[in-house]
């Protein structure tokens, strides 16, 4: 069945350093990959997407690379801060379907 | 403007009670999903309903879970003979079309069964 498999499932930074949490999906027809934030007890909040006719997106110091080949994409946060400890989590979508989520990474981003 | 709300907040409830959990969607948006979250786990799919029609409910665990859109907007999901294995956050999303939009959670409902 469809399946999102997410790593790594726990990461610990320097504030300042870089990030990066990688995801791979079965699903060839998934064509939308969105990356929540959910901070505890919290609910997921987007912070970026991708659809599969673009390879990269940015937003101030949040990526997202897609490579459909592959069928991975993954998250990029630069110049980590304190509060972007949280938990993120990637998903995988076909067009009007439901989301089917990774298991998450729970970033801890030390001063 | 507001987001998706749900209520309760919070539910606790006994074993083999029924329970109603409530999402009111951002107004306007025809697709709203339920989705349950485990503790440590991500969000897991229960229904899509598009307008006041379930799409997709594929990820209703069993006969005892039941959802309902009647008038395209606030949904409810239904619950019957709670068991403790219910236990969960129950998540609701709203997006505009469904078509690969963003999809908007709500807060959440905690049930805990005992």
């Known amino acids: 069945g469809e399946n999102v498999e997410q790593h790594p499932s726990t990461l610990s930074v320097q504030e300042g350093d870089s990030a990066v949490i990688k995801c791979t999906y079965s699903d060839s027809a998934s064509n939308y990959f969105p990356w929540y934030k959910q901070e505890l007890g919290k609910r997921p909040q987007l912070i970026i997407d991708?659809?599969?006719?673009?390879g990269e997106k940015k937003d101030q110091r949040i990526a997202v690379t897609l490579n459909k080949t592959a069928k991975h994409f993954s998250l990029h946060i630069t110049e980590t801060q304190p509060e972007d400890s949280a938990v993120y989590f990637c998903a995988a979508s076909r067009r009007t379907d439901k989301l089917i989520f990774g298991t998450g990474t729970r970033l801890q981003v030390f001063p | 403007g507001a987001g998706v709300s749900q209520t309760p907040s919070n539910k606790v409830t006994e074993k083999g009670k029924y329970v109603e959990l409530r999402c009111d969607p951002i107004?306007?948006?025809?697709?709203l999903y339920w989705y349950r979250q485990s503790l440590g786990q991500g969000p897991e799919f229960l229904i899509y309903f598009q307008g006041t029609g379930a799409a997709d409910d594929s990820g209703l665990p069993n006969d005892r879970f039941f959802a309902v859109r009647p008038e395209g907007s606030v949904s409810t999901l239904k619950i019957q003979r709670t068991e403790r294995g219910d236990s969960a956050v129950y998540l609701c999303a709203s997006s505009a079309t469904g078509a690969a939009d963003t999809q908007y959670f709500g807060p959440g409902t905690r049930l805990t069964v005992l």
């Open positions: 107004s306007g948006h025809t697709a």
């Open positions: 991708i659809r599969s006719n673009v």
